[in-house]
């Protein structure tokens, strides 16, 4: 079964710490995602990667930062977290090939972040 | 960029078909229509996915008009474990980062 694993299911952090939630897939897929979800606004776009090295900022990238060192993993950083960075963080993949149609997203369990 | 508007919330019953429906009123030529289902502190999960008139798996349907300015998704016969939000994405074949961003979806809720 296809699957994308994040390492960290629940953190708790102290404002400035420096934040790293990893994610790994393991379906050889090009593109991968970080979005976080907060009530009431649904799920916002952070980066996106579509091959190894190479970032794109989605929505809201202040404040946060990605690395892509192998294709497999992909990897969201928080400089010097925040507590309005309190969320839960979901990371995503999808072939870059659209197959019979348009990419399919599947999605990480989720991060759960808490900054004091 | 085709963005979708679906309502905010739905209620219903066990055992009755479930109807949501998506607009994209400025939904491209190549553009795909996709929906998927959140559970509470789960990532969303792909369930259905069309490019015109109907489309069927075993969870779901998926109508699509001529025109493909709206979507309804289909759920027959819900149960308890159906109540979750609902999210309709647009977007093409190929990558296009503007084919990720999700709307507020459509929360279900479906009584006994």
């Known amino acids: 079964d296809v699957k994308v694993t994040q390492s960290s299911r629940y953190l708790v952090k102290r404002t400035g710490e420096k934040v790293f939630l990893e994610c790994v897939q393991d379906?050889?897929?090009?593109?991968m995602f970080w979005y976080r979800q907060d009530p009431g606004l649904g799920l916002r776009l952070i980066y996106f990667s579509y091959d190894v090295k190479m970032k794109e900022k989605g929505d809201i990238p202040e404040g946060y930062s990605v690395s892509r060192e192998k294709k497999e993993r992909f990897s969201l950083i928080l400089e010097s977290a925040s507590t309005n960075q309190t969320s839960m963080y979901l990371c995503a993949s999808s072939s870059g090939t659209g197959n019979s149609g348009a990419n399919v997203l599947t999605f990480g369990a989720g991060s759960r972040l808490t900054v004091l | 960029l085709a963005k979708t508007t679906q309502p905010i919330s739905m209620d219903s019953y066990e055992g009755q078909e479930v109807n949501i429906t998506c607009s994209h009123n400025?939904?491209?030529?190549?553009?795909?229509i996709t929906w998927y289902q959140q559970f509470p502190s789960q990532g969303p999960r792909f369930i259905i996915q069309g490019y015109k008139t109907k489309v069927t798996n075993e969870v779901a349907s998926l109508f699509i008009p001529a025109d493909r300015k709206s979507s309804t998704l289909s759920l027959p016969r819900v149960s308890l474990s159906d109540t979750a939000v609902y999210y309709c994405?647009?977007?093409?074949?190929?990558?296009?980062?503007?084919?990720?961003?999700f709307g507020a979806g459509t929360r279900l809720t479906v009584k006994p």
């Open positions: 994405l647009v977007g093409g074949v190929g990558y296009n980062n503007n084919d990720m961003r």
């Open positions: 379906m050889d897929h090009e593109n």
């Open positions: 400025n939904i491209a030529t190549n553009d795909y």
